[in-house]
DNA sequence: TCTGGGGTCCTAGGACCC
DNA sequence: TCTGGGGTCCTAGGACCC
């Protein structure tokens, strides 16, 4: 059965997050960073309107942000994954097959044997989102999923279309692709754009056009798929049920570079502890674990140093002390004194369900207490995070990532509950 | 002074097998 | 002169996404 596609995107997600406790932010210029405060990741049309640029480092953008007082929040996971999960639930209510592609947006793949009005549908879930929720989406409608994003970018960008479009047939598609730029084609990135230009590729529809086969032996398959999709047939196809997850990554910058060893173990031991609890909380075991240390990309006055330890284990497991005990040794073989490091972290790779490994003939079976860890993820959930922790987490953190604008935790912490005042 | 974090997929090349 | 053919697995690196 021919099926179309839908693309639920979130405008200015992240920010819009933030003004949803804060009203009086509407029609001002906000931004959000990354973390440590470092990049520009969101902003709101006013602020996207004075030129601040999407990925600009904030401390080169600070002038310009000062001049026209722009509002600045760090970035604040819990409060946007916990509305992001509302939005998503309500999908999910009025959608049998929905694909959550990303914190702020879904796929929607849409029946068409039966009369039906899709835009008229689309202005529903909008409706229904804004109702519910309180964020703003766009929905883009193709035969394929990157036909649909092209469409949802049209749905957002002109107000006309009341935040639904729909990617039209015909010689009024080719039209709209040749408007489009290579490099915003989802799938297309700035080597690929390089590259697709320097042969005088520089819309979407000059994309759709190219030979196939050249296609591939420039881009290999995935960018054949792309140009593929561009035509309307689909290949990428909706995936309710990701597979089973490759890996887990904790890292984090830090606030200022960290040359002692003992500060990097915290830290390492730290990320070690959060990607376990995300192990566990998927009731997977890892059975390989990978640290890795950085100096900074930036720094010109030394050569940059980056270095990564692996380490696989006998037997998977998701017992925290085996794992920072793992860590904290390859350290010690990447670490070299005098440096400055400016990022560390832990990947936790070979992933499998817990419980479902190899028995090991040669191995003793590793002495660990899975209602241990239990116990210790049960009390974090109850009365929050760090309530119990390990010794080698250290405790005063001084290489802690920076977040000088954070807003609270509204929707997911008792203690920082919005207040209302009534008179 | 100050430049994110968390993922996936693909390819090439080396090592190794029969 | 001339050096097989077919395969797997692993790793590193590149590119992309949000």
Redesign the pocket.
Known sequence: MKKLFALVDCNNFYVSCERLFRPELRYKPVVVL???D??I?ARSNEAKALGIDM?A????T?ELIRRHQVRVFSSNYALYGDLSHRVMTILQEMEAQVEI?????AFISLPTDTPFDLAGQAALIRARVFQDVGITVSIGIGSTKTLA?IASRRAKKEPGHQGVFAFPAGAAGDHLLGQVEVGD?????????EKLARHGIKSAWHLKEAEPEWIRSQL???GARTVMELNGISCIALDQAP?N?????????FK??VQELADLKEAVATYVA?AAV?LRSQNLSAGALQVFIAT?R??QRLPPYAKSS?H?LARPTAHTPTLIRLALAGLGTIYRQGLGY??A?V?LTDLSPTGCGQAHLFSPPLLESRPLMTALDTVNKRWGRNTLHYGAEGLSKPWA?RQDFKSPAYTTSWQELPLVHCR
């Not at 480092?57 to 080169?60: L, R």
């Not at 997850?245 to 910058?253: A, E, G, H, T």
């Open positions: 990354s973390n440590n470092g990049c990741i990925a480092p904030y401390f080169k600070r592609y990303s914190i702020d947006e994003k084609v989802w799938g297309i990135g700035r080597r690929s754009s290999t398959v995935t597979g997850r490759q890996s887990i990554l904790s890292s984090r910058s200022k570079p959060m995300k900074s930036f720094d692996m696989t400016q990022k972290g990947m990532m």
